[in-house]
T-cell receptor, first 110, second 115 residues
Framework: GENVEQHPSTLSVQEGDSAVIKCTYS??????FPWYKQELGKRPQLIID?????GEKKDQRIAVTLNKTAKHFSLHITETQPEDSAVYFC?????????FGQGTELSVKP | GAGVSQSPSNKVTEKGKDVELRCDPI?????LYWYRQRLGQGLEFLIY????????KSGLPSDRFSAERTGESVSTLTIQRTQQEDSAVYLC?????????????FGQGTRLTVV
């Protein structure tokens, strides 16, 4: 089955700095890679996704990069703000099933 | 409703009792997922339904766990003879068309506490 590893488990940055979270996966047939943000006590929500025919995608301060050869993808947040503080999950879509990484708790200090 | 709805929001049960959790997906969404999230942990895949196909049950942790879905509507997750380690938030999500790799929308979850 699909195995998704996510690093780091916790990340603390100063407001305005950049944050990078990385995920690796095992199944080369995986073809869709979403990222979800979960604020404390709330449900996970999609923030950005990338498909296997694209190497990079940006949406304002958020970007995701994908390296299919190496089977890893990363989330980049620039100019971090305190409201970016949350748990971020990467996920891999394989055969319809969505498998999530273990999560990264991001703390942005003002 | 406009979103995925789960009930109950909270459930406290005694060890050894059976519990049933309900999920109402977004209308028209063919795919439905169940996940377990222990306190401070990640989203553990349990089961996946897609239309009328046989469900992917590969994430169910034991035979005490089962789930059903009628067509493309409501799903129920049943846990028999609950144990304290079953305490967690159980999240349901639905997706319009996973074949086109579309967004999964989550419900607010059911917080299960086994005492």
């Amino acid at each position: 089955g699909e195995n998704v590893e996510q690093h780091p488990s916790t990340l603390s940055v100063q407001e305005g700095d950049s944050a990078v979270i990385k995920c690796t996966y095992s199944d080369s047939a995986s073809n869709y890679f979403p990222w979800y943000k979960q604020e404390l006590g709330k449900r996970p929500q999609l923030i950005i996704d990338i498909r296997s025919n694209v190497g990079e995608k940006k949406d304002q301060r958020i970007a995701v990069t994908l390296n299919k050869t190496a089977k890893h993808f990363s989330l980049h947040i620039t100019e971090t703000q305190p409201e970016d503080s949350a748990v971020y999950f990467c996920a891999v879509h394989q055969g319809g099933k969505l498998i999530f990484g273990q999560g990264t708790e991001l703390s942005v200090k003002p | 409703g406009a979103g995925v709805s789960q009930s109950p929001s909270n459930k406290v049960t005694e060890k050894g009792k059976d519990v049933e959790l309900r999920c109402d997906p977004i209308s028209g969404h063919t795919a439905l997922y169940w996940y377990r999230q222990r306190l401070g942990q990640g989203l553990e895949f349990l089961i996946y339904f897609q239309g009328n196909s046989a469900p992917d049950k590969s994430g169910l942790p034991s035979d005490r766990f089962s789930a059903e879905r009628t067509g493309e509507s409501v799903s129920t997750l049943t846990i028999q003879r609950t144990q304290q380690e079953d305490s967690a938030v159980y999240l349901c999500a639905s997706s319009l068309n996973p074949g086109r790799r579309t967004e999964a929308f989550f419900g607010q979850g059911t917080r299960l506490t086994v005492v």
